[in-house]
């Protein structure tokens, strides 16, 4: 037996660090200047909206969309 290069692993380490910098990203956004994450929308701060539906609906998309898939061939 040889060696086999899986080209899947190397894809899940650039989305493993996509989904890194989605995390990342909400202290960044926080610590904004002049409270800038504070600024409302419909109600709610920027931040709120980025937390609670941006990063985990972008997080949802890059893991369905981006991983491959497992299957054997």
Excluded: C, E, H
């Amino acid at each position: 037996m040889g060696f086999r290069y899986n080209a899947a692993v190397t894809n899940r380490g650039k989305v493993s660090l996509l989904l890194l910098l989605l995390l990342i990203a909400f202290p960044f956004i926080d610590g904004l200047p002049d409270q800038v994450a504070m600024t409302r929308l419909a109600g709610l701060s920027l931040l709120w909206w980025y937390g609670g539906v941006v990063a985990p609906l972008s997080a949802w998309l890059v893991a369905v969309a981006w991983l491959p898939d497992d299957r054997p061939t």
